[in-house]
């Protein structure tokens, strides 16, 4: 029997130019406001302007790199006394103003929520209103329930995650994308090629996501290699089909689950400092072949084996594409956007047997379409490096 919920953040706004409509969505909205944001952005003076145009009083808190539970508990004093979180960057940006908006109502440690390495409690307060803005197309986390914070003390990435931590509004001005640099639009696109690919074969793959996924790969398939090799094209269509294809994935990997790619990406990204968008930009042609060497040995009939042979037709646009050249197609992508092996991020055999026990625990792994065991999983990796 069909059963599936679907949610996603309060209101979606899409559009290039939609930047400008942010003074509409605080007219009286905010008392006082904490701006979490990146080091630079073009939209970070646009921002200001707005806010100052409001009369708002807001306090700037600056994200370097991928957020750590201390990183948000400063982030969580810095909020005192607002009543309104907006979120301005890439995914580390948005996610640690996810967190924020979060703990700042709830009391306690951050180490009494975290999922894995924390007590999982679950999140009991609304979480200050978050507007979610993002300036990299690829993690689709203005639309998600969760942070991916990183714990340096026990070396992983985990995540805050609850219901009540969907954003408030998700902005996603493609203007703000243009001038990403292409190593930034090679690994934050093949991350979102990989929150559409992952949900579609999925554990818990649905309707509703499904055709989310369909359509994201064909906007992520059309666009990523436009992005890449001229991301200041005056049509800008290949930078509004990145940001679509980002948010699509957003809302389908935050309503069926991810895979192995995502599984590894936490522990790796904890071990190796690595950013989360080339971590998995080098793992998802790897871990294709992996899942279907798998199925097409252990359960012959398995529905995804069938769901990898869509995406090869979509991808390719041929109806007699087969599911390897689906993943040959993805594999060929990866070579010609230059993504790097894990060994260029410090990675040696010796990280190996801890990466891989750690995802064999870790959540995203529970959705991949079969269980791969260790071997499997470390044969992946050596494949990486
Ligand atoms: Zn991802």
């Not at 009083?57 to 309104?84: I, K, N």
């Not at 001005?173 to 992952?198: K, R, W």
């Amino acid at each position: 029997m069909l059963s599936f919920e679907f949610a996603t953040a309060s209101k979606i706004i899409f559009g290039a130019g939609k930047l400008n409509g942010l003074e509409d969505q605080l007219k009286g909205r905010a008392k006082r406001l904490l701006l979490v944001r990146g080091k630079s952005s073009d939209a970070i003076p646009r921002v200001r302007e707005i806010l100052s145009a409001q009369d708002i009083p807001f306090t700037e808190f600056e994200v370097h790199g991928e957020p750590t539970v201390d990183m948000v508990r400063e982030g969580v004093r810095a909020a005192e006394g607002c009543d309104m979180v907006i979120g301005l960057g890439g995914g580390s940006v948005l996610d640690a103003g996810k967190a924020i908006s979060a703990l700042a109502t709830n009391s306690g440690d951050i180490f009494d929520y975290l999922e894995v390495i924390g007590k999982g409690q679950p999140l009991l307060n609304a979480s200050l209103t978050y507007i979610a803005i993002p300036t990299t197309a690829g993690t689709g986390t203005e639309v998600t329930r969760n942070a991916v914070i990183e714990s340096p003390e026990h070396g992983v990435k985990v995540s805050l995650r609850s219901p009540l931590m969907l954003p408030s509004l998700a902005l996603v001005d493609p203007e703000l994308t243009y001038a990403l640099p292409p190593a930034v639009t090679a690994s934050s696109g093949l991350d979102a090629l990989t929150q559409l690919i992952e949900p579609f074969v999925s554990v818990k793959a649905n309707p509703m996501t499904d055709a989310i996924c369909r359509e994201g790969i064909c906007h992520a398939v059309g666009s990523l290699r436009r992005a890449y090799h001229n991301g200041a094209d005056p049509q800008r269509s290949a930078r509004e089909g990145m940001a679509l294809a980002s948010l699509f994935g957003g809302l389908a990997m935050a309503n069926a689950a991810l895979g192995a790619v995502h599984g590894f990406a936490g522990p790796l990204g904890g071990m190796l400092h690595a950013p989360h968008g080339a971590i998995c930009a080098r793992l998802l042609p790897l871990v294709m072949e992996a899942n279907l060497k798998a199925l097409e040995s252990r359960q012959g009939g398995h529905a995804a084996i069938r769901r990898y042979t869509e995406i090869a037709q979509i991808i390719t646009g041929d109806t007699n594409a087969s599911a390897q050249d689906g993943m040959k197609w993805v594999s060929d992508l990866a070579i010609e956007l230059n993504i790097p092996p894990l060994s260029a991020h410090g990675m040696n055999e010796s990280h190996i047997p801890e990466a891989v026990e750690k995802t064999m625990k870790a959540s995203s792994t529970k959705g991949n379409p079969i269980v791969l065991n260790e071997k499997e999983l470390g044969d992946v990796l050596v494949m990486a490096l």
